[in-house]
C-alpha cells in the first residue's frame, strides 16, 4: 500500500464516493471521502493530499465554485483537480473552472485510473 | 461693385505710398519758393520741374518733362548754360551763381531775366552722377527792384526838371468872357493851347465846352456855378485838342460882379501842366508801382529811409517775420529789439553805401528753431542822388534746404516705384493734359517713351459710353478739393481692346489755384468680368430658385391636398432637414402643429429624433441614397413603419429635397413578431405553399430550422430535396393525402441540413380549397422536434401541451379579424365592417345600427377610456389604446385605434375606430409564458433526470470494472481481490440497481400518468402488511433512523398494491431524506371516517414552507433552499404519488411547520 499518496474523493453520493475509494484503494492509493466543500477542506487542511477528485454538480453548491475556490487558495491551488460529470457541456465548464482534467460519468475504469496515474506521476517529477 | 479687399488695399498701398513720397517729396518741391528742376542723364533731360521752375523758364510741363535740355531751352546753349551744366556733370563740382542775366524765348516772346542758381550734380548710391539738380530762383524782380527804384529816381529828376522847364516856358492862355453878352475872348496863346485856330474859335462859351473831355465836363459845369458864385477860382481838367492829344490844363479865374453880386465878366488864365501831370502821374505810378512791387514781392522785401523807419514791405515780409498792421513809418529796430548787432552793422554799412549779400546764412531763432537765410542788402538813391536809405531782400531757404535732402533721396524711389509699380502713375495739368505718364501707362497705350506729352490725348483712350462720366467726375474732384476714385475702360493702343481700370486721383493746387491731378490708374478688368458673371450668375440662379419656389409652392398645395387625407405619413424635407411638407397624419404622429413645424428644422421640432435610425436616414437620403425599410420602429411614436425615404433632385440633378413616406404597420409587425418569437420558442417554422403557382414561402425560422440561406427559393422540389432519401416517399404520400381527402395530418420526417446534420420535423398543416373545391393553397408549421426525439422520453413529444401550443399557434396564422367602425361628430355611425356588426349585434339584436349612436347603441361606453379617446380623436389626435377589455360582455380584450378623418377644409368629419382582439394574444402570451417556465422546468428536468440516471450507473460501472480488472489481473502478478471487497461491491452493485430501478419506473409512471396509460392493477390486501413489510425494507438500507408503526387501525383495501406500496415508500424516503438531524419517523394507520383509512408518516426534520406545501405535489417541483441541500431523485415521487392516490379516489395531504417536521398522509377507501 503507497501510504503516501492520498487522494479527496468529494461527492454528495456516498454511494459514488464509497466506489470510488473502493477502486483507488484497490489501485494501492490511499483515499478519503468527503461529501461536501466543508468536509473536504479539513481534510485538506490535515492531510497533504495528492488529487482531488470531484463531482462537477453537489447537492447544494456548485463543484465549479468549488474548484475555482481551491485553485484561488494559496494551500490548495497546486493540487490538481479531477472533475467528472454527467452533463455532457460539463467539460468545457469544468476546464474553464480550473479543473485540470475531467471525465464523463458513467467512467471506463481504465480512463480514470490513467488520468490518476497521470496527476501523480507529475507530481512526483515536479516534487524531484 | 463687388469689393475686392486685396485690390483695394493694393491700391491704397500704391496711392498711399505714392501719396506719402508724393505729399513729402512733392509737397517741399512744389512748395518750394525756389525753382527746382531735375536734369538726368548726360544728355539732361527733365525728370521734374516745379511750378517756380516752370515759371521762371515760360515753359508748360508737356514742353520740358522728358525732352532734352538743349530740345526745351534752345536759347539757353547760345547763352552758355548748357555747357556750364555739362560742366558741372562732368567733373561733379556744384556751380553757383549770384545774378546772371538770362533770356527765355516764351512763345516766340523774349524774357529777359536775371536769376541766380546752383548746378548740383546728382549722383546714386555708388556715387555715379546720374545728373543735375537745378536751384535757383529768378532774381528778376530783385534786380529789376532796384533798377526800378533807379529808374524812379531817375524818373523824378527828369521829370522835376521838365516841370521847371514848362513853367519857365511860359505855356499860359488867357481868356476873357463877357457874361452878359455870352462872349468869350480867347488870346492867341489859349488858341494854341487847344491847338485851335484862329477863325475856327466862334467867341462862344460851348466852344471852349466841344474841347473839354467828357469826363470833365460835370467838374467845368461844376466850376463855372463857382465862378458865379465867387470871385477867385482854380481847377483842373483836361481837354482834347483838335489833334486829338489830351491836355490836362489848370485854370484860374477871376470874376467880376455887378452891385446885385451878378456876375459880369470872368477873366481867367489857363495853365498846360500836361507835362507836370504826366510827371507827376509818372512819379505816382513809379512809386506806386515800387510800392506795389515791393508789396507783392515773392521774396521778403523791405525798404526803408535812412532811420531804418519802414517805407514800404512786402507781404512776404510780413509774413516771415510775423508783423500786422501798418508798420510804414515804423522803426525797424523797435519792431525787432532783439535783432543781432551783425545785422545791424550790415544795415549801417549799406546806409552807408555798401552792398552785402548772403546766399546760405544760418541762425537760430528765438524759439530754438533753426533758419536758413538768403538775404540781399542795398542802398537806394533818392531823386537828388543821395543815399534814400536801405532795401532788404531775404529769403528763408530752410524749406529748401531740407527739400534739397529729401528730393535726393526719395528722387530715386519716387522713379523706380512710379515705374515699377503695376499701375498707370500719370499727372496732368489744370487744362487736364497729361504732363506725366509712367512706362506701366506708355507701355499700355502703346506709346514711345519720349512721346511729347502734349501729344498724349489721353482722352481718346477713354471709352466713349466713360468719356463723360471721367470727366464729370474729375471736374467735381477738382472743385470740391477730393481726391476720387472711378472704373473707366481704357483702349489698349496695340489691340484696340478696351479693358477695365481704376482709377483714383487727387487734385493739386498751386495756392488756391487748381494746377491738375496726380494719380493712379489700375488694370481691374479680368477681376472685373470674373464679378460680373458672378453677378449674373447670382441673378439667373436667383431667378431660378425662385422660380422653382414658386412652382414648388403651388405643387406643394396641390399634393398637400392629396397628401393630407392619406393616413400614411408623408412629409418633405429639404437638404437642411428643415420641413417643406408635411400631411396631418405627420404632424399627428409628431404631435406638432402645421405652423410650429413647417420650415423647421426636424430636430428643431422633435429634438429625440436626434439619434435615431430614421433621422440617421434622412440624412443620408439628403447625400442622394433611397432608404426602403420593411421594417422601422419609430420610437417618438412606438410605432411600426414601413418607410420609404426618396431625395428629390432637380433640373441641375441636384438634390434640393427628401420625400419620406411611412406606412404605419405596427399591427402586421406585431403579430409577425409574435409569431416569430412563438416560433422561435417552438423550433418552429412556417411555411405557406401557393399550390398554383408552385411558390413556397418559408418564415425565416423555417430557413434557420433548415440551415439554408434566406435568399433560396423554395417551391415543391426543392423542399423534397432537403427531406431525408427515406423520408421523402412518405412526404409525397401525405401530401397527396391532403390533396385528396383536404386535410392535413400531422407527419414526421427527417430532413438533412447542408452542413449534414439530420433533424426530425414535425410537420402540420392546414388546406385551402376554392369554391369549387379545388385545393389552391397550403399553410402550415414545420418543427425541428431533433432534440425532443432523441431523448428517450416519448412524453414531450406527444405531450397534449404541444397540441395545446400549435392551437395558439394556428391561431396566430389565421389573422384575426379586426373591428372597423366610423363614426361622425355626433358619435353616429357612419359605416362599420363585417365583424363589428357581429360584435354589436350582441348588443343590439335588431335594428339599424348605421345611423344610430354609438352611445346609444351602447350607454355604458359614456365616461369610458374608450370614449374620451373617441372625443380626443375628433379633436385631430391619433389615438391608439392598448389592452381594453370589452365593455360588450365577454372577455375580450382590445386594441383600439382611433384615426381621425379630414374633409378638404382640414376638419375632423369623422374618426375611425379600428379594433383589434388582442384576447387571444393576451391568451397566448399568458400561455406561452406558462410554456415557456415550463419548458424551462422541463429542460431542467431532463438535464436533472439523466444526470441521476447517470449516477446509480457510474457506480455499478464502477464496480463491475473494478470486479472485471481483478479478475482478468489475477494471472498476473496483481493482487486477488478479497472475497470481502468481491462481496461488498456486488452488494453495492445491486443497491445501485435498485436505485436505478426505482428512478426508472418513477419516470415509466410519469409518463404513462401523463399519456393516460396508467392502469391500476387492484388487488385486496392489508395495508398493514404492506407497511411492515415497506418499513422493514427501507430499514434494510437506512439505517439511521428508527421507524415506530402506530398501527391504530387495520383493514384491507382493494387497491394496487405495487403502486400503494411506491407511495409508502416515497413518504418514508422522503421523511429520512429530509429529517437528517433526527433519528425517529412516525408512521401511522389510522381510521377516517366510515369508508376510509389513512397512512402517515411523520417526521421530525427540517420541514416545508407554508407557501411550499401546495408546489411539493406539482410535477417537477422540488424543495428549493441553499442552506438545505437538495436530495437526489426526481422530485416526481409526490406528484406520482398523489396520482396514485387520486386515482384510487383517495387525498394525499401534508402538514408541517419549517423547521419542526412534516406529517404526509394519504388516504384510501375501506375494502
Known sequence: MNNEVLILVLDDDPDICAMLKLVLEYHGYGAEEAEGEEKAKAVLSARKVDLIIMDMLLSGADGTDICRRLKQDEQTLSIPILMFSAHPNAQKICMQAGADDFIAKPFEMNELMEKVVFFLERKKVQQD | ?1167
Open chain 2, 1 to 1167: 461693385m463687388i469689393n475686392s479687399p486685396e485690390l483695394s488695399s493694393q491700391n491704397t498701398v500704391s496711392l498711399d505710398f505714392l501719396s506719402s513720397i508724393e505729399n513729402q517729396a512733392y509737397h517741399l518741391f512744389e512748395q518750394a519758393p525756389a525753382a527746382i528742376v531735375i536734369l538726368k542723364g548726360p544728355e539732361f533731360v527733365f525728370e521734374l520741374a516745379n511750378t517756380r521752375a516752370l515759371e521762371i523758364i515760360g515753359r508748360t510741363r508737356e514742353e520740358v518733362i522728358g525732352r532734352k535740355l538743349e530740345e526745351a531751352l534752345p536759347e539757353l546753349s547760345s547763352q552758355g548754360y548748357i555747357d556750364l551744366i555739362r560742366m558741372v556733370y562732368n567733373s561733379g563740382e556744384k556751380y553757383i551763381s549770384e545774378e546772371s542775366p538770362v533770356s527765355f524765348i516764351v512763345n516766340g516772346n523774349r524774357k529777359d531775366t536775371y536769376v541766380k542758381y546752383v548746378f548740383q550734380p546728382l549722383k546714386d548710391d555708388e556715387g555715379i552722377i546720374k545728373g543735375v539738380m537745378v536751384l535757383g530762383d529768378d532774381v528778376g524782380q530783385q534786380v529789376l527792384a532796384r533798377k526800378q527804384i533807379e529808374e524812379s529816381e531817375a524818373v523824378l529828376r527828369k521829370t522835376k526838371e521838365q516841370l521847371e522847364l514848362s513853367i519857365s516856358a511860359g505855356n499860359i492862355g488867357i481868356w476873357h468872357w463877357d457874361v452878359r453878352k455870352n462872349v468869350m475872348t480867347w488870346s492867341k496863346e489859349q488858341m494854341e493851347m487847344f491847338g485851335v485856330e484862329k477863325d475856327e474859335f466862334k467867341g462862344e462859351a460851348e466852344d471852349f465846352f466841344k474841347y473839354v473831355v467828357e469826363e470833365d465836363k460835370e467838374k467845368i459845369k461844376a466850376a463855372s456855378r463857382l465862378e458865379f458864385e465867387r470871385s477867385d477860382n482854380q481847377y483842373e481838367f483836361r481837354i482834347k485838342r483838335k489833334d486829338g492829344e489830351i491836355r490836362w490844363i489848370e485854370s484860374r479865374s477871376k470874376t467880376y460882379m455887378d452891385e446885385r453880386g451878378n456876375p459880369e465878366y470872368i477873366t481867367g488864365i489857363n495853365l498846360d501842366i500836361t507835362e507836370s501831370v504826366l510827371a507827376r502821374e509818372k512819379i505816382r505810378a513809379s512809386k506806386e508801382k515800387n510800392r506795389l512791387f515791393i508789396e507783392y514781392a515773392p521774396a521778403a522785401m523791405a525798404m526803408f529811409d535812412k532811420e531804418m523807419r519802414y517805407l514800404s514791405v512786402s507781404k512776404q515780409w510780413m509774413k516771415e517775420y510775423d508783423l500786422t498792421g501798418d508798420i510804414i513809418g515804423k522803426k525797424h529796430y523797435e519792431l525787432f529789439p532783439n535783432i543781432l548787432q551783425r545785422w545791424k552793422d550790415v544795415h549801417s554799412r549799406c546806409l552807408k553805401g555798401a552792398v552785402e549779400k548772403s546766399d546760405e546764412d544760418f541762425y537760430v531763432k528765438d524759439d530754438g528753431a533753426p533758419v536758413w537765410l538768403k538775404w540781399d542788402v542795398h542802398p537806394w538813391y533818392s531823386a537828388t542822388n543821395e543815399i534814400g536809405g536801405i532795401v532788404i531782400f531775404t529769403e528763408n531757404i530752410t524749406e529748401r534746404k531740407e527739400a534739397e535732402q529729401v528730393i535726393k533721396e526719395s528722387e530715386e524711389r519716387f522713379r523706380t516705384m512710379a515705374n515699377e509699380a503695376p499701375l498707370f502713375v500719370w499727372e496732368t495739368d489744370e487744362k487736364l493734359q497729361t504732363t506725366y505718364l509712367n512706362k506701366a501707362g506708355l507701355e499700355y497705350f502703346n506709346l514711345d517713351e519720349s512721346i511729347k506729352m502734349p501729344a498724349l490725348s489721353w482722352k481718346k483712350y477713354i471709352h466713349p459710353d466713360d468719356i463723360e462720366k471721367v470727366l464729370r467726375i474729375m471736374n467735381e474732384a477738382a472743385r470740391l478739393h477730393e481726391s476720387y476714385t472711378l472704373e473707366m475702360r481704357l483702349k489698349n493702343g496695340s489691340t484696340g481692346e478696351y479693358r477695365w481700370f481704376l482709377d483714383k486721383g487727387a487734385p493739386r493746387y498751386a495756392g488756391e489755384k487748381f494746377s491738375g491731378f496726380i494719380g493712379t490708374t489700375l488694370d481691374i478688368h479680368d477681376r472685373r468680368e470674373a464679378e460680373k458673371e458672378l453677378e449674373d450668375k447670382v441673378k439667373r440662379r436667383t431667378q431660378e430658385l425662385n422660380q422653382q419656389n414658386i412652382l414648388l409652392k403651388q405643387q406643394n398645395n396641390l399634393v398637400k391636398k392629396i397628401l393630407d387625407s392619406s393616413v400614411d405619413l408623408i412629409g418633405v424635407y429639404d437638404t437642411e432637414t428643415r420641413i417643406i411638407s408635411i400631411n396631418r397624419s405627420s404632424l399627428n404622429a409628431m404631435k406638432a402643429k402645421e405652423e410650429d413645424a413647417l420650415g423647421k428644422k426636424l430636430v428643431d421640432v422633435i429634438p429625440q429624433m436626434k439619434d435615431t435610425q430614421g433621422y440617421k436616414d434622412l440624412l443620408r437620403a439628403i447625400g442622394g441614397e433611397t432608404i426602403h425599410n420593411e421594417i422601422y420602429y419609430s420610437p417618438i411614436s412606438n410605432r411600426y413603419y414601413e418607410n420609404t425615404l426618396l431625395p428629390l433632385k432637380d433640373d441641375n440633378d441636384q438634390i434640393y429635397a427628401v420625400l419620406v413616406m411611412a406606412h404605419d404597420n405596427t399591427d402586421l409587425i406585431t403579430s409577425a413578431k409574435k409569431l416569430n418569437e412563438a416560433q422561435q420558442i417552438a423550433f418552429m417554422g412556417h411555411w405557406d405553399w401557393d399550390v398554383i403557382s408552385g411558390k413556397v414561402t418559408w418564415s425565416d425560422n423555417m430557413y434557420n430550422v433548415y440551415g439554408i440561406n434566406t435568399d433560396e427559393e423554395i417551391n415543391l422540389e426543392t423542399f423534397i430535396s432537403h427531406v431525408h432519401p427515406d423520408d421523402q416517399a412518405n412526404v409525397q404520400a401525405n401530401i397527396e393525402y391532403a390533396f385528396q381527402t383536404q386535410t392535413f395530418n400531422d407527419f414526421f420526417h427527417r430532413i438533412i441540413t447542408p452542413a449534414g446534420e439530420t433533424k426530425t420535423i414535425h410537420a402540420r398543416g392546414e388546406v385551402m380549397v376554392d369554391k369549387n373545391g379545388k385545393v389552391t393553397r397550403m399553410v402550415g408549421t414545420g418543427q425541428d422536434v431533433t432534440k425532443q426525439k432523441s431523448i428517450e422520453t416519448q412524453l414531450i413529444e406527444t405531450s397534449k401541451k404541444f397540441e395545446e401550443r400549435n392551437r395558439f399557434v394556428e391561431k396566430l396564422i389565421s389573422s384575426s379579424l379586426d373591428l372597423i367602425m366610423v363614426v361622425d361628430k355626433d358619435l353616429r355611425f357612419i359605416t362599420i365592417n363585417k365583424k363589428a356588426e357581429s360584435v354589436l349585434r350582441k348588443i343590439i339584436k335588431d335594428g339599424p345600427i348605421i345611423g344610430e349612436k354609438i352611445t346609444d347603441i351602447n350607454p355604458s361606453l359614456i365616461g369610458t377610456q374608450p370614449y374620451l379617446d373617441l372625443i380626443e380623436a375628433f379633436k385631430g389626435n391619433i389615438i391608439i389604446r392598448d389592452k381594453v377589455k370589452s365593455t360588450v360582455g365577454e372577455a375580450q380584450y382590445y386594441e383600439h385605434n382611433y384615426v381621425p378623418l379630414y374633409n378638404e377644409d382640414g376638419e375632423v368629419y369623422a374618426v375611425m375606430i379600428i379594433s383589434h382582439d388582442i384576447t387571444e394574444n393576451i391568451r397566448q402570451m399568458e400561455e406561452l409564458r406558462k410554456l415557456y417556465e415550463s419548458d424551462v422546468q422541463k429542460n431542467n428536468f431532463i438535464a436533472m433526470a439523466s444526470h441521476e440516471l447517470k449516477t446509480p450507473i457510474t457506480s455499478i460501472k464502477g464496480y463491475v470494472q473494478l470486479l472485471l480488472n481483478a479478475f482478468n489481473k489475477e494471472k498476473e502478478t496483481q493482487k486477488p481481490l478479497p472475497p470481502l471487497l468481491v462481496r461488498s461491491s456486488l452488494i453495492s452493485v445491486d443497491k445501485q440497481i435498485a436505485r436505478l430501478t426505482r428512478l426508472i419506473s418513477e419516470l415509466l409512471d410519469l409518463s404513462k400518468i401523463e399519456t393516460g396509460t396508467l392502469e391500476l392493477k387492484k388487488e385486496k390486501f392489508s395495508l398493514n402488511e404492506l407497511a411492515i413489510e415497506t418499513v422493514e425494507d427501507i430499514l434494510y438500507t437506512n439505517t439511521k433512523h428508527t421507524i415506530n408503526l402506530f398501527h391504530d387501525f387495520r383493514e384491507f383495501v382493494y387497491a394496487d398494491k405495487d403502486r400503494i406500496g411506491q407511495v409508502m415508500i416515497n413518504f418514508l424516503t422522503n421523511a429520512i431524506k429530509y429529517s437528517p438531524n433526527s433519528d425517529k419517523i412516525d408512521v401511522s394507520i389510522t381510521r377516517v371516517a366510515n369508508d376510509e383509512m389513512a397512512f402517515s408518516v411523520k417526521d421530525y426534520g427540517i420541514g416545508i414552507d407554508k407557501d411550499e406545501q401546495e408546489k411539493i405535489f406539482e410535477r417537477f417541483y422540488r424543495a428549493k433552499g441553499r442552506e438545505e441541500q437538495t436530495y437526489p431523485g426526481f422530485g416526481i415521487g409526490l406528484f406520482i404519488a398523489k396520482e396514485f392516490v387520486q386515482k384510487h379516489g383517495g387525498r394525499l395531504t401534508v402538514e408541517s411547520e419549517k423547521g419542526k417536521g412534516s406529517t404526509f398522509t394519504f388516504t384510501l377507501p375501506v375494502y
